[in-house]
């Protein structure tokens, strides 16, 4: 049954979830100032899910119940439900300007469900049935879920079992009839604290010494010993400023991380997805971060097109709309975006069935896809601050464009300075144009450069993971030999 | 008439597909029933509303007497206009 935006935000207030921020125990962090933007955009993946005219992108037809359900909880059924897939986050990116954190759960599913399928080919075990039958739950519920792979990996030149502190990946500590207790923390957990539900995966291919931390499991967000610390960003606290609208660039939507702590957190079995098959780690995890690399090629394309809409019109109220190299620029940005989306529609209509029968991207595809994120958006946020102008980030504040305090020699207000000195071409007001400038700084850098910027860098995998993922399937030795063909070489 | 109406999601839409649908219900006004398909209802036709050449949207899991028709431009609206309107005469009758 799928939930509308409201039923979401009331079953978040349900829930006994634990955050922190600034060193305090935040009790309504569903109205808080500073997350309920991230919980916005959320809402907006369900809000779309009940529209006609977005439907065919937000839900699918679930293959386990055949019931409507959202495409985030659903497992691709073919190379046309991923193409779907990266246009629905191009969809979304668009409405948002925004990470809407959903993603992280889908791509989860969808690696979950055929890994768990191999591992019980291999060992006779009966995760895929668990996972199929809490899919279900999950599409049922139409549930946000916290797809978790990374863990904070203290010394980088150490494996798991090697750390000084053995808490540094998540790890079983003990194995009981009824379950099994982890222990340890997931690291810059995207839309972790507007999830009902969490689901872990090891974060890099593991050895049999390092089998304590080949585990996969789910637990609900408020389960007894997990609490997450929110993650600060830039300018963040603008949104505690009185009244604060304009200063913000994006008022209604943000994205959100959080440190997740699994303080000796108890899971029954039919949770557990993994426990100790060591050898099945890096499966899943390249799995994982294929889809999610995959997602990057639709999402980050939603937001570049706010972006590049937004240097438009920041020429048009500067007046400089018709200079060739401004005009220019804009073609230029939106070569940029559309070849991102190039590579996230190409890696989709490459896809193939796996084993359990869900869709996988075609993998070189899906890694120079996020290859070109990692540098692209950058290039894009560049030439949008290039267009806008040092203006954006050395106008007064919005209270000073609203002060009526008198400070000129004819009793000119701040407010009525302000306006004068700022007003750019007359097509436009310029309350208009402080909007479009503070909403490139807020994605430059601001609040939204989390997601826009440094996400892209190291989301879904710092550049140089897809760069051995292209060594590995870049087929050079095949090349070698159509160059030794064509030039005669025996 | 009953006209069953399918979207594609919109991911980068070259016109208002609302609108488009919208100028189509004024000038059908009672003569035709536009609603938004679902499955299980047989339509007169299906008109799949798609943002760009694409029209990427999925239609097959609905019921028709008369097929579809896809729009995916704005400047489709008279085609449409006219398509109907010929299957208004043959449903009259």
């Not at chain 1, 830039?234 to 997740?260: P, W």
């Not at chain 1, 999610?292 to 939603?302: A, I, P, T």
């Not at chain 1, 989301?459 to 760069?467: E, L």
Request: net charge negative; charged share 25%.
């Amino acid at each position: 049954m799928l939930m509308t935006g409201a039923q979401y935000i009331e079953s978040l207030r349900k829930l006994n979830t634990r955050v922190y921020m600034f060193g305090e125990k935040v009790d309504n962090w569903v109205d808080h100032p500073i997350i309920s933007p991230s919980i916005n955009s959320v809402k907006m993946t369900y809000d779309l899910a009940q529209d006609p005219e977005y439907a065919d992108l937000m839900t699918a037809k679930s293959d386990i119940s055949g019931e409507v359900v959202n495409r985030f909880s659903h497992l691709h059924q073919s190379t046309d439900d991923l193409r779907k897939k990266v246009k629905m986050q191009r969809l979304l990116g668009q409405k948002t300007a925004s990470c809407f954190q959903r993603c992280v759960g889908m791509d989860a599913f969808n690696s979950e469900f055929s890994t768990t399928y191999e591992i019980d080919k291999k060992y006779g075990t009966e995760y895929h049935k668990r996972f199929v039958d809490y899919l279900k739950f999950v599409q049922d519920n139409d549930l946000v879920v916290d797809g978790a792979m990374t863990d904070p990996k203290g010394d980088r030149s150490k494996s798991p079992g090697q750390q000084e502190d053995p808490d540094l990946y998540v790890r079983i500590v003990e194995k009981r009839e009824d379950g099994i207790v982890v222990r340890g923390a997931k690291a810059h957990q995207t839309g972790s604290i507007n999830s009902h539900e969490h689901l872990i995966m090891p974060t890099i291919a593991l050895k049999e010494e390092d089998k304590a931390y080949a585990v996969s499991f789910a637990v609900p967000s408020d389960v007894d010993g997990l609490y997450m610390i929110y993650g600060r960003q830039s300018c963040d606290t603008r949104k505690l400023e009185e009244g604060a609208d304009i200063d913000l660039g994006n008022k209604q939507f943000g994205g959100q991380e959080a440190l997740v702590v699994f303080d000796d957190v108890f899971v029954p079995w039919d949770r557990v997805f993994m426990c100790e098959e060591w050898d099945f780690a890096g499966m899943l995890v390249e799995r994982f971060a294929g889809y999610h690399r995959q997602s990057y090629g639709g999402c980050k394309v939603g937001v570049g097109d706010v972006i590049i809409g937004a240097a438009a019109l920041a020429a048009d109220y500067n007046g400089a709309n018709k200079a060739s190299h401004v005009k220019d620029k804009i073609i230029e940005m939106t070569h940029l975006n559309e070849t991102l989306y190039c590579c996230g529609i190409a890696c989709s209509a490459e896809g193939y069935p796996t084993e359990a029968g869900n869709y996988q991207i075609d993998m070189l595809l899906a890694n120079v896809c996020k290859q070109n994120v990692t540098r692209f958006p950058y290039e894009i946020v560049r030439l949008a601050e290039d267009i806008a102008g040092g203006v954006m980030v050395t106008m007064p504040s919005e209270k000073d464009f609203k002060s009526d305090l008198k400070v000129g020699k004819n009793g000119e207000t701040i407010g009525e300075i302000c306006h004068k000195y700022f007003k750019g071409s007359p097509v436009t007001s310029t309350e208009n144009r402080v909007r479009i400038l503070r909403f490139i700084e807020n994605v430059a850098l601001g609040t939204a450069a989390v997601g826009y910027r440094t996400e892209s860098m190291h989301g879904a995998g710092s550049p140089q993971a897809q760069r051995i993922m292209i060594a590995r399937q870049g087929n050079i030795e095949a090349k070698k030999e159509l160059a030794k063909n064509i030039a005669g070489i025996k | 008439m009953l006209c069953g109406v399918k979207f594609c999601g919109g991911c980068n839409p070259r016109f208002e597909r609302g609108k488009a649908l919208e100028e189509l219900k004024r000038h059908f006004a009672d003569r035709i029933e536009f609603a938004h398909a679902q499955e299980g209802t047989v339509y007169d036709v299906l008109l799949v509303i798609g943002g760009c050449t694409n029209c990427c949207a999925s239609y097959c899991e609905y019921e028709t007497r008369k097929g579809n028709i896809k729009l995916w431009d704005g400047s489709h609206v008279e085609r449409i206009i006219d398509e109907l309107e010929q299957m208004l005469k043959t449903y009259n009758k």
